[in-house]
């Protein structure tokens, strides 16, 4: 029995094992790069550095587009149009980054002033914008293909890469600039390693893909809804550095983003496993309806009891971490961590419910939830982070994803059902012992 689970399943359990084994070996790396850089550079410094990354972030949702899943959605669906979604896609992409990359000019201009360093550091990693439309469909077309080893690989040479310049920079003591630039260098590295591997792999490049206004037309209809959903989506994500540095200041920034970092770094998991499936959940959904539901429910289950055992983890060992760490200058973080943590159980399971709304084709459902969550976010910030600083958009972001992503199913009749699967998972660490009592 376990022989043949393993024999159809095969190619998603590989698929996972690559890519869960590139997120441990680079958040492993990561982790050990930013114990050195935080402790290099001090809060108020990391601070700066975090929030022009933030606030990159929050533009470069401009890039999305909407086609993350849809794009291998479309791939899996129309084989034979292939060249021409990945470079329709690819064109929308690269025309939402330019405008988003415009805006964000405009925004540090006018926020932060000619010829400053925050103007400075905003304006060289942002140009990392530019390479992300690149990254975005390459990776599309392996995941449509259940290829994740080769993501994989240029993801760890561009982590590889920055990792050892930020180490070198460290050792000759440079400035805050240069940190941004091996930020930007490692977005680069992984770009053009992915446009190899696609080359190599399956034997077209970027210069045989298509452009149809048409396919255009179609994306966009599909994926605009998609797009506003994702927008908001990085602001319920990244929008509390942002308004920390605006109700606070650098040094709450920098010690917020240790403890944001710390939290998120376990983001992965979800990601890769939910990823490997989502194929096989499109192929479920139009050949065995309840095998699909059924699928979907181990998915959530998996997905809330991993992410509980990370938080109860985290919550008895934050403190020591910290300390250990990233020293003294960063003690604050540690509250904020064993708050942010909890956002994990929503944002594990969330992931699972975006490829459900995807293949429901529930598009505007989607941005509904995502809008609604930011809108929570924002306002929790405005009311939490002058009282309680750090801790308060912890307790703002843990709130606003449990909103996006749990209580706003109750919303229709459809997905209440998933509601149901998810409160099930909820309660998995009691339900799943008892069904296996029951089974014996």
Do not use: C
């Not at 360093?117 to 392996?142: D, Q, R």
């Not at 983003?257 to 376990?266: G, K, L």
């Not at 998996?302 to 760490?325: D, H």
């Amino acid at each position: 029995m376990v022989v043949s689970f393993f024999q159809r399943f095969k190619k998603y359990i590989t698929n996972t094992s690559w890519l869960l084994s590139n997120k441990i070996l680079s958040l492993g790396i990561t982790f050990a790069v930013t114990v050195i850089v935080t402790r290099y550079l001090g809060p108020e410094r990391f601070g700066m550095l975090s929030y022009a990354i933030s606030l990159t972030a929050l533009f470069a949702s401009a890039s999305h587009m909407g086609l993350s899943g849809l794009v291998v959605r479309e791939i899996v669906k129309n084989r034979e149009e292939r060249p021409v979604i990945l470079g329709t896609s690819l064109a929308l992409k690269m025309s939402g980054a330019i405008v988003g990359y415009v805006l964000l000019m405009i925004y540090a201009y006018r926020s932060e002033g000619w010829l400053t360093e925050n103007f400075y550091l905003i304006l060289l990693v942002s140009t990392s914008m530019i390479v992300l439309p690149f990254t975005g469909i390459i990776s599309f077309w392996f995941e449509s293909q259940v290829q994740g080893k080769y993501p994989s690989i240029a993801q760890l040479s561009g982590v590889i890469t920055g990792s050892a310049l930020k180490v070198l920079f460290v050792v000759l003591g440079a400035g805050l600039t240069f940190f941004a630039l091996a930020h930007v260098l490692q977005s680069v590295i992984i770009a053009v390693l992915l446009l190899v591997l696609l080359h190599k792999t399956s034997g077209f490049s970027i210069a045989t893909w298509g452009f149809s206004f048409s396919k255009a037309r179609e994306l966009l209809s599909s994926g605009w809804v998609i797009f506003l959903g994702s927008i908001f989506a990085v602001i319920y994500l990244k929008v509390d550095q942002v308004m920390l540095r605006w109700l606070v200041g650098d040094k709450a920034v920098g010690v917020y983003s240790v403890a944001a970092t710390m939290s998120e770094v376990w983001y992965f998991i979800p990601t890769a496993i939910v990823a490997s499936l989502y194929p096989r959940l499109i192929e479920l959904r139009k050949s065995d309806s309840g095998l699909y539901l059924k699928r979907l429910q181990q998915i959530f289950d998996v997905l809330f009891v991993v992410a509980l055992i990370v938080a109860i983890a985290v919550n008895l060992f934050a403190p020591y971490i910290i300390s250990l760490f990233f020293g003294e200058a960063y003690n604050d973080a540690a509250a904020i961590l064993i708050i942010h943590i909890w956002a994990a159980l929503f944002v594990f399971m969330r992931a699972a419910l975006s490829k459900w709304i995807l293949v429901e084709d529930l598009l505007v459902f989607s941005m509904i939830t995502q809008g609604f969550g930011a809108l929570v976010n924002v306002i929790l910030n405005f009311y939490l982070i002058p009282l309680l600083g750090g801790q308060g958009a912890a307790i703002a972001t843990l709130i606003s994803y449990a909103t996006a992503s749990y209580f706003s199913l109750l919303v229709t009749s459809k997905s209440r059902q998933v509601f149901v699967m998810m409160s099930k998972a909820i309660l998995s660490p009691i339900r799943l012992p008892y069904i296996y009592i029951v089974r014996k």
